[in-house]
């Protein structure tokens, strides 16, 4: 049986900022069993997200690490800047415009983007563009006031 292909879901962010949303959204995805990768162009937002996911809510913590630390393809939750899918993740969440790269094996791959930066909405709409050209579902998911709403 051939291998479905990956579904690209774009959140467009503009009630909650990144360190809010995507806690909640890496919860989701290792409640599926599903591993994450997250794929940032910039190292200092991987910086900060190591030691925020360890700390966003008393009660809990995701576990994760760093591509460039030991034992990365065992890591629930893979912080990295390079392209590889060294945890072998199920789910790729990109930020700050980092490239898809082949998103085969991939079972979804989620852009989050700030939606009240215009260099940011100019990259996801080039983001948009070029993963519609390769065929790939793909839908937009708003930030409304009780929550995420699937406009496309």
């Known amino acids: 049986m051939a291998e479905a292909p990956c579904e690209v879901w774009f959140y467009h962010l503009e009630r909650s900022g990144l360190d809010q949303v ?3 959204l890496l919860e989701k995805t290792l409640a599926r069993n ?3 990768l997250v794929r940032s162009r910039l190292a200092d937002r991987l910086e900060h997200l190591d ?3 360890w700390s966003y809510r008393d009660d809990s913590f995701l576990p994760h690490g760093g591509a460039d630390e030991p034992h990365a393809a ?3 939750v893979l912080l990295t800047t390079e392209m590889d899918n060294l945890n072998s993740a199920d789910v790729v969440f990109l930020l700050d415009g980092a490239d898809a790269g082949v998103l ?3 079972v979804r791959c989620i852009v989050l983007f700030d939606g009240r930066d215009e260099a940011a909405l100019a990259t996801a709409r080039a ?3 070029a993963i519609k050209k390769q065929g790939l579902p793909v839908s937009y998911w708003r930030q409304m006031t009780r ?3 699937k406009q496309a």
Request: net charge negative; glycine share 14%; aromatic share 24%.
């Open 127 to 129: 983001q948009w563009g």
């Open 147 to 149: 929550g995420w709403e």
């Open 34 to 36: 599903w591993k994450a």
């Open 74 to 76: 065992a890591q629930p």
């Open 51 to 53: 030691s925020w996911l």
């Open 22 to 24: 995507l806690p909640d």
């Open 104 to 106: 085969d094996g991939f």
